[in-house]
């Protein structure tokens, strides 16, 4: 969702080849209604094991102690059952709708928003989405655009990064790496396929394209999968070509 391109009355449809996964782009599929990657129920993965993890990587912490930042967030649902369990989140997308959906489904209230402000915050400041391109969103910068807190404990990245071109995901790492505090998890669900079949979107990413792009700072490790070629997307993906498509959650943290 990153990149920029002049908006047309419909979404055309992408390939990485053409660059045409970009911020106008998936905006225009907001407001077309064509948003299927939405999960209206949460990432069933992602709650599978996050107790676990969270008790594995944070023993001494609650919930109240941790600062949730959600990448390229849309209306995901795993944000508000993040905030009704006590996190404090942070998410960034880059298209309107999305934002206002977020807030009027889930029937929280927001604080008055500053007219030059990008961010739409909760009543108790416990949930906060800003709104803009990603890249300009970091802690510390002294503008409108500046993050709400210095870093943040654990990052939910679901679709995120699988939306990135590949010539911008070494800069979405770096990026990502600004924000993070010393003993972060990062937890990232994305599709897994053979791109000689499909050249997405979204873009497959494997472990190594992790490692690659994070660096050796990070052990990432693969925690779990799911088979998407089933169910009624199976037929919609064999007609891309596709042979075999999973669905891999993730795990990084510092060395």
């Not at 108790?124 to 510390?140: A, H, K, S, T, W």
């Not at 660096?215 to 990432?220: F, N």
Request: with cysteine; net charge negative; glycine share 8%.
């Amino acid at each position: 969702m990153v990149g920029k391109m002049a908006a047309t009355s419909s979404p055309k449809e992408p390939s990485a080849d053409d660059n045409t996964l970009t911020l106008d782009y998936w905006a225009e599929r907001w407001e077309s209604g064509s948003s299927g990657w939405h999960e209206a129920d949460g990432c069933q993965l992602l709650w599978k094991h996050f107790k676990q993890l969270f008790k594995d990587n944070f023993p001494t912490k609650s919930a109240e102690d941790i600062r949730v930042f959600v990448p390229l967030c849309g209306k995901a649902k795993d944000m508000y059952m993040f905030y009704k369990l006590g996190f404090t989140v942070v998410g960034i997308e880059y298209a309107a709708q999305p934002i206002r959906e977020f807030f009027e489904e889930n029937g929280i209230s927001v604080t008055e928003k500053k007219a030059d402000s990008p961010f739409t915050t909760s009543q108790d400041g416990r949930l906060i989405l800003g709104q803009g391109d990603l890249f300009n969103f970091l802690p510390n910068s002294g503008n409108a655009y500046e993050l709400p807190f210095p870093c943040y404990d654990i990052v939910w990245d679901r679709g995120s990064f699988e939306a990135i071109n590949d010539e911008l995901r070494q800069k979405y790492a770096d990026h990502m790496w600004k924000i993070l505090a010393k003993d972060f998890l990062y937890i990232i669900q994305a599709c897994f396929y053979d791109r000689r079949e499909y050249k997405g979107p979204p873009l497959s990413a494997s472990q190594s394209d992790l490692e690659n792009y994070f660096g050796k700072d990070v052990c990432v490790s693969e925690i779990d999968e799911t088979d998407m070629m089933v169910g009624s997307r199976e037929e919609f993906w064999k007609g891309q070509g596709l042979t075999k498509l999973f669905a891999k959650l993730y795990v990084m943290k510092r060395h």
